[in-house]
């Protein structure tokens, strides 16, 4: 108790016990409490964007969603603001780097961000978008027969074996966000806003609605820029313009699919590098803004570059992908035929860090702190309504589906088991060793015996 507690008590001698009592009890709660200062330190209240979160890696950073969950993982959450993704396809039979353009420009129409697509046929592009639909895009993908198999009972709670991700474990963080009004009369009301929040679940089979296109035209929210016969000034001129009228409270989609194609005249490699070192200087300084790029086939590997083509490349751009598609190479579909292609991941985006928080918070990549056995091996598939990027797992040996421990037998035409063929070994001597050879054959051949006759003058002695 203090002294000014004392004096109170002391001046006023009418004081009741139970008002005493309760005068002590705040007295000695008082003195306990820890010394607080009354200035409370205030931060900046960010309100997050639709279709955004914070990046794992480096708080400050916003990031947002690429349209496919699994290649949000990799990337280490999703493709940080201020930064670029370059995606190269090199099989000319395919058209998987314009696929993923595809999902990112989705993604960006669905949350209501600005969108600059350079493209010579944009508006078709766009129209050949793939959209949102009522039902999980996973629901035909799950084999409804596998259901009713029974298993051991100790094995039935056990979860499923998963090679991949779902949206709902890539949203790592609540989102205070919602679409906007005129978006949600194209999405279904089955759909949950708690686990799309981030990134919204699209279906190949559908297809962006033609009102939606020519209201986000004529909004600006989406804008198309022709790039027949432009160069790569041209290009980041209508880029820095188009920057600079956007909004900074919202995210800034920048889509570039087939960078130096035919429709894009005579490209150098000097071209490329010039255009890619000047765009990451306008994300640097609009910081609002990301980018995604992907290139031509025949540009996208080191014989159209020279040596170390690619490598080059991703130093220019802050994520790299390249997307090597089994078609250009059948032999490698015996090594895994329930997919298309292998991921290669050159370069991954570390915004205001050191390291990337792909290595620490890739579920697909497996280097976190509990994996021992290194980095898996990432495969591709475009399945009916989606594009999955998941793990790459052997067949069995032996095998697709099965194990063989015996060889198998030959079947001949008639329908009959044929003989198996066995191996025979012929061991031939030179001559010399043949002649070394019967040397000591006849060295170790015993001599025969002798045989004596037995003779005697008195024969009647040895009468036998």
């Given at each position: 108790?203090?002294?000014?507690?004392?004096?109170?008590?002391?001046?006023?001698?009418?004081?009741?016990?139970?008002?005493?009592?309760?005068?002590?009890?705040?007295?000695?709660h008082?003195?306990?409490?820890?010394?607080?200062?009354?200035?409370k330190?205030?931060?900046?209240?960010?309100?997050?964007?639709?279709?955004?979160?914070?990046?794992?890696?480096?708080?400050?950073?916003?990031?947002?969603?690429?349209?496919?969950?699994?290649?949000?993982?990799?990337?280490?959450?999703?493709?940080?603001?201020?930064?670029?993704?370059?995606?190269?396809?090199?099989?000319?039979?395919?058209?998987?780097?314009?696929?993923?353009?595809?999902?990112?420009?989705?993604?960006?129409?669905?949350?209501?961000?600005?969108?600059?697509?350079?493209?010579?046929?944009g508006?078709?592009?766009?129209?050949?978008?793939?959209?949102?639909?009522?039902?999980?895009?996973?629901?035909?993908?799950?084999?409804?027969?596998?259901?009713?198999?029974?298993?051991a009972?100790?094995?039935?709670?056990?979860?499923?074996?998963?090679?991949?991700?779902?949206?709902?474990?890539?949203?790592?963080?609540?989102?205070?966000?919602?679409?906007?009004?005129?978006?949600?009369?194209?999405?279904?009301?089955?759909?949950?806003?708690?686990?799309?929040?981030?990134?919204s679940?699209?279906?190949?089979?559908?297809?962006?609605?033609?009102?939606?296109?020519?209201?986000?035209?004529?909004?600006?929210q989406?804008?198309?820029l022709?790039?027949?016969?432009?160069t790569?000034?041209s290009?980041?001129?209508?880029?820095?313009?188009?920057?600079?009228?956007?909004?900074?409270?919202?995210?800034?989609?920048?889509?570039?699919?087939?960078?130096?194609?035919?429709?894009?005249?005579?490209?150098?490699?000097?071209?490329?590098?010039?255009?890619f070192?000047?765009?990451?200087?306008?994300?640097?300084?609009?910081?609002?803004?990301?980018?995604?790029?992907?290139?031509?086939?025949?540009?996208?590997?080191?014989?159209?570059?020279?040596?170390?083509?690619?490598?080059?490349l991703?130093?220019?751009?802050?994520?790299?992908?390249?997307?090597?598609?089994?078609?250009?190479?059948?032999?490698?579909?015996?090594?895994?035929?329930?997919?298309?292609?292998?991921?290669?991941?050159?370069?991954?985006?570390?915004?205001?860090?050191?390291?990337?928080?792909?290595?620490?918070?890739?579920?697909?990549?497996?280097?976190?702190?509990?994996?021992?056995?290194?980095?898996?091996?990432?495969?591709?598939k475009?399945?009916?309504?989606?594009?999955?990027?998941?793990?790459?797992?052997?067949?069995?040996?032996?095998?697709?589906?099965?194990?063989?421990?015996?060889?198998?037998?030959?079947?001949?035409?008639?329908?009959?088991?044929?003989?198996?063929?066995?191996?025979?070994?012929?061991?031939?001597?030179?001559?010399?060793?043949?002649?070394?050879?019967?040397?000591?054959?006849?060295?170790?051949?015993?001599p025969?015996k002798?045989?004596?006759?037995?003779?005697?003058?008195?024969?009647?002695?040895?009468?036998?």
């Open positions: 108790m203090n002294s000014s507690s004392l004096n109170l008590v002391n001046s006023d001698r009418s004081v009741s016990p139970a008002s005493l009592s309760l005068l002590i009890t705040i007295t000695v008082w003195s306990r409490s820890p010394i607080m200062s009354a200035f330190r205030t931060t900046p209240t960010r309100h997050a964007s639709p279709g955004t979160r914070s990046y794992p890696g480096s708080p400050s950073t916003t990031v947002v969603s690429t349209g496919i969950p699994s290649l949000d993982d990799i990337l280490g959450g999703g493709l940080p603001l201020s930064c670029s993704l370059l995606t190269a396809a090199p099989d000319a039979h395919s058209s998987y780097g314009e696929l993923v353009q595809k999902y990112y420009v989705a993604q960006g129409l669905v949350k209501g961000h600005g969108v600059l697509l350079i493209h010579h046929d508006q078709d592009f766009a129209k050949g978008c793939m959209w949102t639909s009522g039902t999980s895009s996973e629901d035909d993908e799950v084999d409804h027969g596998q259901s009713t198999i029974k298993i009972w100790r094995y039935e709670e056990m979860k499923p074996f998963q090679t991949t991700v779902s949206p709902q474990f890539v949203a790592l963080s609540r989102l205070s966000v919602c679409p906007p009004d005129d978006l949600l009369t194209f999405r279904s009301p089955r759909s949950s806003s708690s686990s799309q929040d981030f990134c679940t699209l279906d190949l089979t559908s297809r962006v609605p033609q009102s939606l296109i020519d209201r986000t035209i004529a909004t600006k989406l804008r198309v022709d790039a027949v016969h432009q790569a000034t290009i980041i001129q209508h880029i820095e313009q188009a920057l600079a009228d956007s909004s900074s409270s919202t995210p800034f989609r920048i889509c570039v699919p087939s960078f130096g194609s035919l429709e894009w005249g005579d490209v150098t490699s000097a071209d490329i590098g010039l255009f070192h000047r765009l990451r200087a306008l994300l640097w300084r609009y910081p609002h803004a990301c980018a995604s790029v992907s290139l031509a086939p025949h540009l996208a590997s080191d014989l159209w570059g020279g040596s170390g083509w690619t490598q080059r991703g130093w220019l751009v802050d994520a790299f992908v390249n997307l090597s598609a089994f078609s250009s190479n059948p032999a490698l579909t015996a090594l895994s035929p329930s997919h298309h292609g292998l991921l290669d991941i050159a370069t991954f985006p570390a915004p205001h860090a050191l390291l990337s928080a792909s290595d620490k918070h890739s579920v697909l990549r497996g280097l976190s702190s509990a994996a021992t056995s290194g980095e898996n091996n990432i495969a591709f475009c399945m009916r309504k989606r594009l999955v990027f998941e793990t790459l797992h052997l067949d069995a040996e032996g095998g697709v589906g099965e194990r063989r421990t015996a060889p198998s037998s030959l079947q001949s035409d008639d329908g009959h088991h044929a003989k198996t063929a066995s191996a025979s070994l012929d061991v031939r001597l030179d001559e010399e060793e043949a002649q070394v050879a019967d040397i000591n054959r006849v060295a170790k051949t015993k025969p002798k045989r004596v006759a037995f003779q005697s003058d008195r024969p009647d002695l040895y009468d036998f």
